[in-house]
C-alpha cells in the first residue's frame, strides 16, 4: 500500500521560531510536492522537488524553504514562523512520467500537518 | 483570471440527489484531468481520472471532459451520506517529467449529504 507519512499532525510554534516539516515516501517516487491549503484559497503549492538536491519554487514560496537530500524525504522549513503561516500543510509525491499516457499523473497525499503559529 | 475556476459551494443535497461538480479552465494545454476527494482531516485521494475529451463512469460516479469548451464535470448519482467531503478538480500537461510533474487545482467544493 502506498505511504505518505508526514512527521507531526498537529504542531503549535512561536512567532520566529524556525520550524521544519517533515515528509517521507515509500514509493520510490520522484517528485515530492509541498502545498498548504486554507478555507476559500484551496491548495496552493510551496515548492516541489522532481529529483534528489532539486527543487522548484511553486505558487507561495515565500518564507518557506525546502531541502531533499534523500529520494524519499522533502522538508519544508519555515525560518521564521508567522502568524499567517498557520496552516493545513500537504506532502504529495508523484512518480515521473516521461511519455504521453505511459502511466498515472497521480499525486499521493499525506494526511497533513495543522501548523498553529502563536 | 485563474488557470482553474471551481464553484465555490458548499453544496448540500439529500440523500439519493444527482450531484454535478464543475470545473473551467484557461489553458488549452491541459490534457489530463482528475478528481480528488478529501475526506475530513485527511489528505485527498484521487477518486477518477480522464485523459482528453469524454465521459468515464465508475459506479456511482461518471467523470466528463469538454476541452472545445474548458469544462469538466464530476457526476454522482444515487448520493449517499458517505460522499460528503471537499471535492477537488486537478489538470496537468500531459507531462510529468521535471518541471512539468505539478498539477493544477481547483479550490475545492464541499459536500454535504444530507440523510
Known amino acids: 500500500d502506498v505511504k505518505v507519512t508526514q512527521s507531526s499532525r498537529y504542531l503549535v510554534k512561536r512567532t520566529g521560531e524556525k520550524v521544519f516539516l517533515e515528509c517521507v515516501q515509500d514509493m520510490d517516487h520522484e517528485n515530492m510536492f509541498w502545498y498548504r491549503q486554507d478555507p476559500g484559497l484551496g491548495l496552493r503549492l510551496i515548492y516541489f522537488s522532481y529529483d534528489v538536491k532539486m527543487k522548484e519554487k511553486g505558487d507561495i514560496p515565500e518564507g518557506y524553504s525546502v531541502s531533499r537530500e534523500k529520494k524519499e524525504r522533502f522538508s519544508l522549513i519555515l525560518e521564521s514562523a508567522s502568524t499567517n503561516q498557520t496552516s493545513m500543510y500537504l506532502c504529495?509525491?508523484?512518480?515521473?512520467?516521461?511519455?504521453?499516457?505511459?502511466?498515472?499523473?497521480?499525486?499521493?497525499f499525506g494526511p497533513g500537518t495543522r501548523l498553529t503559529v502563536t | 483570471q485563474k488557470e482553474v475556476e471551481q464553484d465555490p459551494g458548499p453544496l448540500s443535497v439529500p440523500e439519493g440527489a444527482i450531484v454535478s461538480l464543475n470545473c473551467t479552465y484557461s489553458n488549452s494545454a491541459f490534457q489530463y484531468f482528475m478528481w480528488y476527494r478529501q475526506y475530513s482531516r485527511k489528505g485527498p485521494e484521487l477518486l477518477m481520472y480522464t485523459y482528453s475529451s469524454g465521459n468515464k463512469e465508475d459506479g456511482r460516479f461518471t467523470a466528463q471532459v469538454d476541452k472545445s469548451s474548458k469544462y469538466i464535470s464530476l457526476f454522482i448519482r444515487d448520493s449517499q451520506p458517505s460522499d460528503s467531503a471537499t471535492y477537488l478538480c486537478a489538470m496537468s500537461v500531459g507531462k510529468a517529467n521535471g518541471a512539468n510533474s505539478k498539477l493544477t487545482f481547483g479550490k475545492g467544493i464541499t459536500l454535504s449529504v444530507r440523510p
Open positions: 504529495a509525491s508523484s512518480r515521473t512520467v516521461l511519455r504521453w499516457l505511459a502511466g498515472s499523473y497521480e499525486q499521493y
